[in-house]
């Protein structure tokens, strides 16, 4: 898993005191990890959660919270317990919140503490809402011994279309850090949260660890993808090599991309938590989920190993080394939601073309020629975004995606899709 900014596992270690609270941090982490799969017998973990709901989905806070108090009795030394001061700043935090956005911050945080409830009684929600991520204005921090392990965003941070369409929903991003600590049991109570609120997983990442290794190693899973053992549907996914792999160090080896909704990044997590003095052999196999072009189901979150096996062979031959027991369920791509994707990057395309590119091209076709113009423009390979389409897929969107960016006025944000 990744780490957002701020987090323990984050900060760069200083000095003897610095490894040895990575190193404590790390066994913790294991620990945690072991305890639950030897508990659940489940050998795959959920690593990361993000979902979606409409507002209307929502759910309605208590009267407390709906109608705080005007004033409170100034608190004595003795009633100053934390769940009694953790009431009146969110009491004081509503009472100057704008009328318009009373009912999504107090329906953004009955549903934060409903996933910290789910998540178990050592997560609790910041009583005062913080700045948005992800386009979101605000957020509600879900917290575990005073740092943020996941947030619930509501409102939008403009007024553009794609913002008014945000607006009426919230998002629950849950971290990693989160999910390794949570109660016995939370993947399913989570799971009845999100169907509770109508709500779609945007983002689930499943893990597999080899604590002990992986026969072969790092170098046995590049010669897998070589050997075409990672192939989907007879088709080379892309890949990537991170790390120092000629000294054999913190090496990742991605597999597939997120922007078709499915990766897998294979590293040494041994080396993540511990450092350089680690002397595991640990290995995570981790698989990405995303819902650019897939729609996921929260049963991923019920059983996560089954799902992990319907990646593909490959993916059902680490948990036969792993031993484990499951039935594959396939998430397949969509086509309307292919389609959808090459139109939106066809459209982002052209609006840039036009917007950017236009002056600079007008220049060069009137004044170097149509023979120099021809060998500028010709022969090239297809921008990033669009490079995972093929050509036929282009064709067939460009030309509705030249008109629709006419539609569009200058400046208007192209919006972004949860991962």
């Not at 740092?147 to 369409?165: I, K, M, N, T």
């Not at 629950?172 to 009845?192: E, I, K, M, P």
């Not at 319907?310 to 309307?336: M, N, Q, Y």
Request: charged letters at 25%; proline letters at 4%; glycine letters at 8%.
């Amino acid at each position: 898993m990744s780490h957002p900014t701020g987090s323990r596992v984050d900060k760069h270690a200083k000095g003897h005191a610095g490894a040895c609270n990575l190193v404590l941090d790390g066994n913790q982490v294991k620990a945690r990890l072991i305890a639950e799969r030897t508990e659940s017998g489940v050998p795959v973990h959920v690593d990361w959660v993000r979902f979606t709901c409409h507002l209307r989905n929502a759910p309605m806070p208590s009267v407390d919270v709906l109608f705080p108090e005007e004033d409170l009795e100034p608190l004595s030394q003795w009633d100053r317990d934390q769940r009694t001061v953790r009431i009146q700043r969110l009491r004081k935090f509503l009472r100057f919140v704008p009328d318009a956005d009373f009912s999504p911050s107090v329906q953004a945080f009955e549903l934060a503490e409903r996933v910290a409830e789910a998540l178990g009684s050592d997560f609790s929600v910041h009583p005062e809402a913080k700045k948005g991520h992800d386009f979101y204005r605000c957020r509600w921090s879900i917290e575990r011994n005073g740092a943020e392990v996941g947030w619930v965003g509501f409102l939008a941070s403009g007024d553009g279309p794609r913002q008014r369409a945000q607006a009426k929903t919230i998002h629950v991003n849950v971290y990693g850090s989160a999910c390794t600590f949570a109660q016995s049991g939370w993947r399913d109570h989570l799971a009845n949260v999100i169907d509770e609120t109508k709500g779609w997983l945007t983002r689930i990442d499943l893990a597999l660890d080899f604590f002990d290794g992986l026969s072969g190693g790092m170098e046995r899973v590049k010669a897998d993808y070589e050997a075409g053992l990672c192939d989907v549907g007879g088709r080379r996914l892309k890949c990537n090599m991170v790390g120092d792999w000629c000294g054999g160090k913190a090496r990742s080896f991605y597999v597939g991309t997120k922007e078709v909704g499915k990766q897998t990044n294979v590293y040494e997590k041994g080396h993540q938590l511990f450092g350089d003095a680690d002397t595991s052999a640990w290995i995570r196999a981790e698989l990405r989920w995303g819902n650019k072009a897939r729609f996921l189901e929260t049963d991923m979150l019920r059983r996560p190993a089954d799902y992990f096996h319907g990646a593909s062979d490959w993916h059902a031959s680490l948990l036969r080394e792993a031993e484990a027991i499951s039935f594959p369920v396939t998430v397949p791509c969509e086509r309307k939601r292919q389609i959808e994707t090459v139109q939106g990057e066809a459209v982002r395309n052209v609006r840039w073309l036009r917007e950017v590119a236009a002056p600079s091209l007008a220049i060069a076709f009137e004044y170097l020629g149509v023979d120099h113009f021809m060998e500028l423009v010709c022969d090239k390979k297809a921008p990033g975004r669009l490079q995972k389409f093929s050509r036929g897929e282009i064709a067939a969107a460009y030309g509705a995606a030249f008109e629709r960016s006419k539609k569009v006025s200058h400046g208007a944000d192209v919006g972004h899709v949860m991962a």
